[in-house]
């Protein structure tokens, strides 16, 4: 009787059990007769199993063994490699050559593969990259030419050579057609990938072939380290971007000095209340008063712990990650908290820190002074002019009033311009940096 095949693997894969079944017995008696068709497709049925009959690792490996001894190159390979996924060093290596010498693109790549890693005998790397060279050569064998490459980039069993990667996968590039590639667009990602791993340590390009532009094109076809070079490398212009915004507000004008701002970003681990309880005495009366605050300790990735104290009514999120932002002189490597910043919801808590207490020195500069003197002595004269009650004396003295008043106001304008600025780049930049 003559069975249809094609039939009979439908049958295989039916969803009906009694179908499958038959044909699974079918199968069974034509491969016991000698048919390697019948075993390769109860091969495939138990390899990855069907919707009506289970996978079965024993039955796949019986007639995988007799289809190789049919003459199936292709199960004599996968003999071999199941052979090898069951720590069977010795018989896989024995059918990954048999296989070879029949042929098998695949069983030149596996056989490679085992002298490289010494599996089955002593290692061989100088045979196994002449079977891979011999088997890339023509483009047909697009794994041997990956393997190849990744050989020469790996420099472990022999010396590096990204140039020599980079030309087998030229040549690789070359046999891949626009069909090819739609049919194996993983294999093509990893070649694009391996060119530009072969740039980055060295090898020459040619084609206007470059780095990011090649692990951009890897990462469209999913290749799985190219995604993440990719997201590396957005990750990184993100982060120069974002140092960039910062460096631009980082240095401000205030209190007649230069000073710097700088950030710690960490997650509060622990809030505490303090007091302090301050006792003093007006003609003989006793008086006390107490001030309350809270004590913050937040955690960066490293590992370290910083502080920060805030007022008593304020409170923070255990867990939570915050910025917080400190100000000090240009040639301290130190500064005063100021402010706490919540990167989860925008919010933003003004700390106790006071760097005009902190830094009485740096607050107190040679502008400031002479400006103090120029409007003191316009007071004096603002003031003669007054008790000569003549207008001007009024313009004067009220002229002077408002400098003293702008000045006050212009000592704090760039500390206060600063914090803003700080404000509007935690609030843009919160989800990253958590």
């Avoid at 048999?98 to 045979?127: F, I, Q, S, V, W």
Wanted: overall charge neutral; some cysteine.
């Amino acid at each position: 009787m003559i069975i249809d095949l094609d039939d009979l693997k439908q049958q295989l894969n039916s969803t009906v059990p009694g179908d499958a079944a038959r044909a699974e017995k079918e199968a069974a008696a034509l491969a016991e007769e000698g048919n390697i068709e019948a075993a390769e497709l109860l091969v495939g049925a138990y390899a990855d199993g069907t919707p009506a009959i289970r996978a079965d690792r024993i039955k796949e490996f019986k007639y995988t063994k007799m289809a190789a001894e049919l003459g199936s190159s292709f199960s004599r390979f996968w003999l071999a490699h199941l052979q090898r996924e069951s720590n069977d060093f010795a018989s896989a290596l024995e059918n990954a050559r048999l296989a070879h010498g029949m042929g098998d693109m695949g069983a030149t790549n596996l056989l490679a593969r085992m002298m490289l890693a010494g599996e089955g005998g002593p290692a061989k790397p100088l045979e196994a990259l002449q079977l891979l060279s011999e088997g890339a050569e023509n483009g047909i064998n697009t794994d041997a030419a990956l393997l190849l490459a990744e050989v020469y980039l790996e420099g472990r069993h022999i010396p590096q050579n990204a140039q020599n990667a980079y030309d087998v996968l030229q040549r690789y590039s070359h046999f891949m057609s626009g069909a090819t590639r739609r049919v194996a667009p993983l294999d093509w990602g990893r070649a694009l990938y391996l060119k530009a791993e072969a740039i980055r340590l060295g090898a020459t390009p040619v084609d206007g072939d470059n780095y990011a532009g090649l692990i951009a094109e890897a990462a469209k076809y999913g290749e799985t380290n190219a995604v993440q070079a990719s997201q590396g490398m957005q990750n990184d212009a993100d982060e120069r971007q974002r140092r960039a915004e910062w460096d631009a507000i980082a240095w401000f004008s205030a209190y007649g000095g230069k000073w710097k701002m700088f950030p710690n970003i960490g997650r509060l681990v622990h809030s505490e209340s303090k007091s302090h309880t301050s006792v003093s005495s007006y003609n003989g009366n006793v008086s006390t008063s107490t001030t309350y605050w809270r004590v913050a300790t937040f955690e960066t990735a490293s590992g370290r712990h910083f502080t920060a104290s805030i007022p008593a009514r304020d409170s923070l999120v255990q867990g939570r990650a915050y910025a917080v932002l400190f100000a000090g002189p240009d040639k301290e490597d130190r500064g005063v908290a100021t402010a706490v910043f919540d990167l989860e919801d925008g919010s933003v808590t003004k700390a106790n820190g006071n760097i005009v207490t902190a830094y009485p020195k740096n607050c107190s500069k040679l502008l400031p002074v002479l400006a103090g003197m120029a409007l003191l002595l316009m007071g004096l004269i603002g003031l003669g002019l007054l008790m000569n009650a003549t207008p001007l004396g009024v313009l004067w003295l009220g002229g002077t009033g408002f400098a003293a008043w702008m000045l006050r106001r212009q000592r704090r304008a760039g500390y206060d311009d600063a914090v803003r600025q700080a404000g509007a780049f935690f609030g843009k930049h919160r989800a990253a940096l958590r």
